[in-house]
């Protein structure tokens, strides 16, 4: 069996080229041949938003004089939008989250069915050369965050830090793990013999072609698995923050060294963090108690008091996070100039439930910055990401509710 | 079947063209089998149509629609040639499909922004979300005429024809998307949404609408309108879910008290005529398999006890029930299937042998840390524990250093110990898996494994098993409010010594009798016929047999070659997912309902007896699978249902995220929150168990609890740490779930609790009201308790608004009774508010707060009012059959992964009785599981 491995991977390559898009094409040279600064994206989805009076800038076009953003150190590298909105969020609960990455209509309805996520599709193109074809993380663990996959189901994130500095930087038993993929190959040969033989039966298609689009991808990852075993993971000097007193903080602080260092050593190229608001109390410098309550102010100044330091905690760690982005060279630019960074929220206010004007920034990727752009009338985020899809050579006319390219990003 | 065959008689006034395939097969050329099977469709014979069905949706039509081409515009242009225009799908289910998958998304796509109920944008006059919306048409008139693209102004317009009349308007729709409406028009603009329409139009004179017209249409109608509801136009929407009026009558909530009500007959005619009209409930034909059913099912099969179903990744999704057919399979849920498959099997089948069962003896230490010491001394042959909270509020365990458990298993762990000191109540010796100190090196997660009540002044061994992964420390903390900081204390806990002995091999049920690969073979089959629940024949299992003969023949291993196949069973979607035949159901009914059986009540796989019923020609009988429910649910796997109810009806799964503030609620501890949601699952095990009336969901007078919850909850005399039954003093609060201490903290966010929350949750999981969500741009309120205003004054100003005021009257009184219950559970006649402390938090028994206004539990609903939570209860009570019919329709969502559609739910609503005290938990659970696996299923998929 051993003998005949190589060969034996290289026909199931290719019968799974055509299957599934998230493959590898450097299989059979063995040296990768990668461009020199490489394109990366991280979308990070702050599920109740932003205090709008906050964060948009007291004198149009200047985010100087955005109590919010003033304090960023790269504020002249990010573009805040206004105006971009995601049609047919009718929905008064939070079901708008579902959304935010896919543009689905309607999540609120009772067959909603949500479609492909913008960092999938990238994933396809962008997540080819590395390690990791994209890396899905969220705060907490409730299983779904803010990519879906083709099928419109959820891709359940990574929560756990320790769990995705592991994946990417620890140490693996590679006879180990190689014993146990060839084993795994030979279980999902034999799962397809049995699904084939199931065919031939006239069981349930549908059934089974939903399991055999999970299989495909579950091979190529393994396919993928294979490839990189023998090349080292990278060996880097960080250790996870520990800090008990305030969780939220240590975890959302963790989770964007591990985005910067998955970045930095080029193992994967896109990313989703998700927000999601927790239920029961969270602990950020200054207050503790419900974020999800405190969201609901009606302008009421205790509630903003309390919720404007939990804002400020996310962006300060933002802040440290593009800094830290920036200050890292890559060529003559740097990582973060190589990076789309884009910061939103489902929510334009979270107080009222309200769709419309939703908070989107995009910082990084080399752009020439407007600082604070306000787009003429309601304009559907989704146009946005068509923009971000093309921009990263992947040609298509329209994504969700796009309508066209507005070309809102100069380079 | 039956949904297809009604579905036809939908479309027998349209012309069917016997030929259809034919010339698909003529167009296609190859005739390479597409469309070849069978030339003649015969709408007579149901189990023709569907082949037909297979043929068409899946070949035919879609490989138009999903890979438009030139061909797709030459086939679609023929068949108008060849048909004169009025081209039909060759079975009313493909036209479904057709409509659902290619016409709908576009529709909702491109016009729905401009055109549609749900953005309430009518431009031009023109609604696209509705059948009447386009048969009606716009301000220029009708937008089309089925069977006439040209003719039909919808598609002039896409195609841009007329300069004046572009649509949409900002760019073309792409080719391949006009010539698939075209196609649709063509067809004749077959829309599936009509039956409601069409039960209305033909049913004017139908005796459920006239009862409507009656009862309901005097308010609901385009004038009056209350509750924003125009009835008569809302049932001429062939999209308009009827679910809420329907839920409205069937708990009697309307028509309202003071106005004229239907008779019985009556009432029943109005749900039946609605349920008739509304769609039937898309579900998928299989379900997977869920994180917890997985696991469950594995350790059944391999006789082991792993709680392992946290690696797996929460895989609820957006849904309610992890059991929704709705969820699917990911990439990333296989993979860890993989992986827990692994783990599990390694576990059950260690490739280097058990690890010798081994005794450890644990001799306590002085603690080497100062701070621990003040609150512990050496005592006789041990250690004298007094109870430590750290300034923090944390519990530290003590000593940990000289056990490490070699491998994961199961362990027992014997804790010779007696109480010192003269209280009436144990000592709980608390034991903890991992060990943390604010200093250490490798500090691990602390998981508490058990508490021993040690009541004997003796020294007695108390014995208990757990569960250790490698490398696990053991640790205790003692916990009495007696004994709470005393330094170098004189009373407490004496631990003499602790002992450990594992890893139990007893455990672990695989016995490996011969080394053959014949064996293995056996193997396979006796756990691939359990695992997937049907007989399997030779060849069925030919692709596992081969599988372990290679590896087999590779690596001469036994152990090998068995894992690998098992794995591959664990793995196959035979197993996650249940593909089955349409024949094979026929065939094997038996197995289909053992299997569902299995999985509703145990959340695994059937056991042995179970299966041989399944493998009995004999059908089911009611009478059969009724006795065969109550064995189940008397087997303690019935638990794991229990369990999961509680988690998801209840919510009790986020029990955990909600940490109680400290400074408000100083006596909230671990040991607290550890007992506190097992109140609430002994309480539904009771009920069920002992088949108890249903109301006692709401209210009784007593509960299952122990020393320390009697305590939290102020009841005296409550010896013990052992979870039992407690009649609650007279003139309690307490009883039913209500008045839960999980319930009340699960509600809350662990500072101030919000009557609105609370209210929700009553009104959404215990008395089943439905809401709409809020409206919006409506300020969403949240109380401020520094105000000089009372609570309710706010709440009050808020329901001022008329808009609000419609649905919080129905939300906010609930909330309102249980004001007088804190975000711990713990009774309180005042709110309290947070003071703040100096520098740094150091935990006090007194706490950091002030004590504001007086709590008042006062409220009404149903017209009603009450003056506390008793009075609640009272109302609730009397709505009895509601609450039942709430919990019933939970029942069947949870096992059967989808709502129960209108017809299912008049069933289950007539399987209520009219007597409370006649109307029982296990009765009920069982006519509902009787009623889902025998009941009409063909209806539903």
Request: charged share 25%; with cysteine; net charge negative.
């Amino acid at each position: 069996m051993k003998s005949n491995r190589r060969n034996f991977l290289k026909g199931s390559i290719a019968s799974s080229l055509a299957l599934s898009p998230l493959i590898l094409n450097a299989q059979d040279t063995d040296s990768v041949e990668k461009s020199d600064s490489p394109k990366r994206i991280i979308f990070i989805c702050n599920s109740l938003g932003f205090y709008a009076p906050n964060l948009l800038p007291k004198t149009a076009g200047d985010l100087g004089t955005s109590d919010y953003l003033k304090q960023i150190k790269t504020v002249n590298k990010m573009t805040l939008f206004e105006n971009l909105y995601h049609p047919g969020m009718k929905t008064s609960n939070h079901d708008s989250e579902k959304s935010f990455l896919t543009g689905g209509m309607f999540p609120e309805s009772s067959t909603f069915k949500n479609t492909i996520s913008v960092d999938q599709l990238l994933a396809r193109k962008l997540g080819t050369e590395t390690r990791f074809p994209y890396l899905n993380l969220a705060i907490s663990d409730r299983g779904w965050g803010s990519s879906w996959n083709e099928m419109g189901s959820p891709i359940p994130p990574l929560h756990d830090e320790q769990l995705v500095f592991n994946r990417l930087f620890g140490k693996e038993d590679q006879h180990a793990v190689e014993l146990q993929l060839q084993k795994d190959q030979a279980i999902i040969e034999c799962l397809r013999r049995d699904i084939s033989f199931l065919k031939r039966q006239d069981a349930d298609p549908s059934s089974l072609n939903a399991y055999l689009t999970n299989l495909d991808h579950l091979e190529a990852q393994f396919e993928r698995q294979m490839y990189w075993l023998n090349k080292a993971k990278p060996q880097i000097n960080h250790s996870l923050s520990k800090d008990t007193q305030f969780p939220f903080s240590t975890k959302l602080k963790n989770l964007l060294d591990l985005s910067r260092l998955a970045f930095q050593t080029d193992s994967t190229r896109v990313i989703t963090l998700s927000l999601e608001f927790i239920e029961g109390a969270i602990k950020v410098p200054g207050v503790t108690g419900s974020w999800h309550s405190f969201s609901h102010h009606a302008n009421k100044k205790n509630l903003l008091t309390s919720l404007e330091h939990i804002e400020q905690n996310i962006l300060k760690h933002l802040n440290q996070f593009l800094f830290d982005m920036d200050q890292i060279k890559e060529g003559d630019r740097s990582l973060l100039d190589n990076t789309t960074v884009v910061i939103g929220s489902n929510f334009g206010d979270a107080s009222n439930h309200t769709h419309n004007n939703l908070p989107i920034i995009i910082a990084g990727g080399g752009y020439k910055h407007d600082s604070h752009r306000v787009l003429e009338g309601p304009t559907p985020l989704c146009n946005l990401y068509l923009e971000l899809l093309n921009k990263h050579d992947i040609d298509m006319g329209k994504f969700g509710s796009s309508k066209k390219n507005m070309a809102l990003l100069k380079s | 079947m039956q949904e297809n065959a009604k579905a036809l008689r939908n479309y027998e006034n349209y012309p069917i063209d016997i030929n259809l395939s034919a010339e698909l097969k003529l167009l296609h050329g190859n005739g390479s089998g597409f469309a070849t099977k069978r030339t003649v469709v015969d709408l007579n014979g149901p189990d023709k149509t569907e082949e037909m069905r297979m043929l068409s949706s899946d070949q035919g039509l879609s490989i138009i629609g999903s890979k438009p081409s030139r061909f797709a515009v030459v086939v679609c242009t023929l068949f108008c040639f060849l048909h004169g225009g009025q081209i039909v799908a060759a079975d009313a289910h493909s036209a479904v499909t057709f409509y659902e998958t290619k016409i709908a998304p576009i529709l909702k796509q491109r016009c729905h922004e401009c055109h549609s109920n749900d953005t309430g944008k009518a431009e031009g006059g023109l609604v696209l979300d509705s059948r009447s919306g386009w048969e009606h048409g716009g301000d220029s008139g009708a937008i089309l005429i089925p069977g006439k693209s040209d003719e039909s102004l919808l598609i002039q317009a896409i195609r841009y024809d007329d300069e004046n009349l572009q649509m949409p308007p900002e760019a073309k729709l792409p080719a391949e998307e006009i010539a698939l409406l075209e196609k649709w028009v063509n067809m004749g603009a077959l829309d599936p949404r009509k039956s409601l329409h069409k039960s209305y139009e033909g049913d004017e004179n139908s005796f459920g609408l006239k009862l409507f017209n009656k009862y309901c249409f005097d308010c609901h109608d385009r004038e009056l309108k209350k509750g924003n509801l125009n009835l008569s136009e809302a049932f001429s929407l062939e999209s308009y879910d009827g679910t809420h009026v329907f839920e409205n009558l069937i708990i009697d909530k309307m028509p309202p008290s003071n106005k004229s009500q239907p008779t019985a007959r009556e009432k029943h005619l109005m749900l039946d005529w609605l349920s008739n009209g509304q769609l039937a409930v898309e579900t998928s034909g299989y379900r997977r398999l869920s994180r917890h059913e997985f696991v469950n099912s594995v350790n059944d099969l391999l006789g082991t006890d792993l709680d392992f179903a946290d690696k797996i990744p929460e895989d609820r999704g957006t849904h309610k029930y992890d059991s929704n057919h709705k969820i699917a399979l990911t990439k990333e849920l296989l993979e860890s299937y993989f992986a827990v498959a692994d783990e599990m099997l390694e576990y059950a089948l260690p490739e280097k042998g058990f690890h010798e069962e081994t005794s450890w003896l644990i001799r306590p230490k002085l603690p080497i840390f100062n701070t621990y010491a003040v609150h512990a001394k050496k005592y006789q042959d041990g250690m004298l524990f007094a109870c430590l909270r750290s300034n923090n509020g944390n519990v530290y365990p003590f000593f940990y250093d000289q056990f490490k458990a070699p491998v994961k298993g199961h362990y027992r762990v014997s804790v010779d110990a007696a109480k010192v000191g003269d209280f009436k109540e144990d000592i709980g010796i608390v034991i903890y898996a991992g060990k943390y100190f604010f200093n250490d090196a490798n500090p691990q997660q602390q998981r508490l494994l058990n508490i021993v009540s040690v009541g004997d002044k003796d020294v007695k061994t108390y014995s208990f098993e757990v569960f250790l992964n490698e490398g696990d420390e053991l640790s205790v903390h003692c916990y009495s409010k007696h004994t709470l900081k005393l330094p170098n204390p004189e009373i407490g806990a004496y631990i003499k010594q602790i002992n450990v002995n594992g890893p139990l091999l007893d455990k672990r049920l695989i016995q490996v009798d011969s080394e053959s690969i014949a064996q293995v073979k056996t193997g396979i089959q006796q756990f691939a016929e359990r695992a997937f629940c049907r007989a399997l024949s030779d060849k069925d299992l030919e692709p596992y047999y081969a599988l372990a003969e290679s590896d087999f023949s590779e690596n001469k291993s036994f152990l090998s070659a068995t894992k690998i196949s098992l794995k591959a069973i664990l793995c196959s979607p035979r197993f996650l997912q249940v593909p089955v035949t349409q024949e094979y159901v026929q065939q094997h009914k038996n197995y289909r309902i053992a299997s569902d059986l299995a999985r509703m009540l145990w959340l695994s796989v059937p056991d042995q007896e179970l299966l041989s019923l399944a493998k009995n020609e004999q059908e089911l009988s009611p009478e059969i699978l009724t006795s065969e429910i109550n064995r189940m649910l008397n087997d303690p796997k019935a638990g794991r249902m229990i369990q999961s109810l509680c988690n998801q009806w209840l919510n009790l799964k986020s029990f955990n995220r909600i940490s109680p503030s400290l400074s408000l609620y100083p006596g909230y501890s671990d040991l607290v929150n550890y007992y506190l949601p097992l109140e609430t699952e002994l309480y539904l095990t009771h009920l069920i168990q002992n088949d108890l009336p249903v109301t006692h969901l709401i209210d009784s007078d007593y509960s299952f609890l122990n020393q320390r919850l009697a305590q939290h909850y102020g009841i005296d005399n409550v010896i013990g740490q052992k979870m039992r039954l407690i009649q609650f003093p007279p003139n309690s609060q307490r009883g039913g779930l209500l008045t839960m201490g999980a319930i009340l903290k699960v509600t809350s966010d662990g500072f101030t609790t919000s009557p609105i929350l609370r209210g929700a949750w009553i009104s959404k999981n215990i008395v089943g009201t439905p809401l709409s969500p809020p409206p919006e741009d409506v300020e969403v309120l949240e109380a401020d308790l520094s105000k000089a205003e009372t609570l309710k004054e706010q709440l009050a100003a808020h329901r001022h608004n008329k808009s609000c005021n419609a649905c919080h009257k129905d939300i906010d009184p609930y909330g309102f009774a249980l004001e007088s219950f804190d975000a711990t559970g713990q009774v309180r006649s005042k709110y309290r508010i947070i003071q703040d402390h100096k520098a740094t938090f150091i935990w006090r028994p007194a706490g950091y707060f002030k004590e504001t206004q007086n709590v008042d539990s006062t409220g009404e609903i149903y017209n009603e009012s009450f003056k506390d939570i008793n009075g609640l209860k009272k109302v609730l009570l009397a709505k009895h059959k509601g609450i039942a019919y709430n919990f019933a329709k939970n029942f069947f969502e949870f096992t059967n992964g989808y709502q129960p559609n209108l017809r299912q739910r008049i069933d289950i609503y007539a399987m209520i009785p009219d007597q409370a005290e006649n109307c029982r938990m296990r009765d009920l659970i069982t006519k509902l599981m009787v009623y889902s696996l025998l009941g009409d299923k063909d209806e539903i998929q």
